[in-house]
């Protein structure tokens, strides 16, 4: 292995801090003052807004910290019975969920056979999922079974739902499937 004069440099200065910092730990020195002291510094005059980790049906709680509308950290909640303050690895890197440059922030539609995306408007977007629904639903819709049992069912649809939609949300997708006849619904978040 190669190893430059900078790489060395790099290496004996965290070995040296290293060396150092335990030396300040093994010898009784408390660094949670500074630690705290940092912490504060770190989102100082942002507001605390509580919120609900996106990603599974745990729920762990999370600080969204905002300053001027802009989110500069988010972290977790110490109140959660769940997770008590802390995160999985998933849910540390929910800030890089909203300030990631490479996130989509514009629909992009591939026609089938094309090579290209193109950027649609959401209207657009909106307008031919309903017709791709209506499309399937109309034809693969079946009203009665061979012993004239009426089922009203959509055989070509399912719903797959997240883990932390609320309880408002689950209720009005629940009310929107079955009104499309709709039978398989899966949602870890079940009603």
């Known amino acids: 292995m190669d190893v430059s004069r900078r790489d060395f440099l790099r290496f ?5 801090s290293g060396t150092a910092l335990s030396g300040l730990v093994g010898s009784g020195v408390n660094l949670a003052p500074v630690v ?3 912490q504060e510094l770190r989102i100082k005059n942002a507001q605390a807004t509580p919120s609900i980790c996106p990603y599974c049906s745990v729920g762990c709680a999370t600080l969204v910290h905002t300053i001027d509308g802009k989110i500069v950290n988010i972290e977790g909640d110490n109140r959660s019975p769940y997770s008590e303050g802390t995160l999985c690895p998933k849910g540390a890197a929910i800030f890089q969920l909203h300030v990631n440059p490479n996130r989509p922030t514009q ?6 056979g094309a090579a290209d995306w193109e950027v649609w408007n959401l209207e657009k977007a909106m307008d031919r999922v309903a017709e791709l ?6 034809e693969t819709f079946i009203e009665k079974l061979e012993n004239g049992k009426l089922v009203n069912s959509t055989t070509s649809i399912f ?3 997240g883990a932390t939609l609320d309880n408002e949300w689950n209720h009005i997708q629940q009310k929107l499937m079955r009104g499309l006849g709709i039978v398989p619904i899966e949602n870890q978040a079940r009603i």
Not at 107 to 112: E, G, I, M, T
Not at 133 to 138: A, L, Y
């Open 36 to 38: 705290a002291r940092a």
């Open 107 to 112: 629909v992009l539609h591939r026609a089938p």
């Open 159 to 161: 719903s797959l739902g």
């Open 133 to 138: 629904v209506k499309k399937s639903r109309d």
């Open 12 to 16: 004996s200065a965290a070995a040296a």
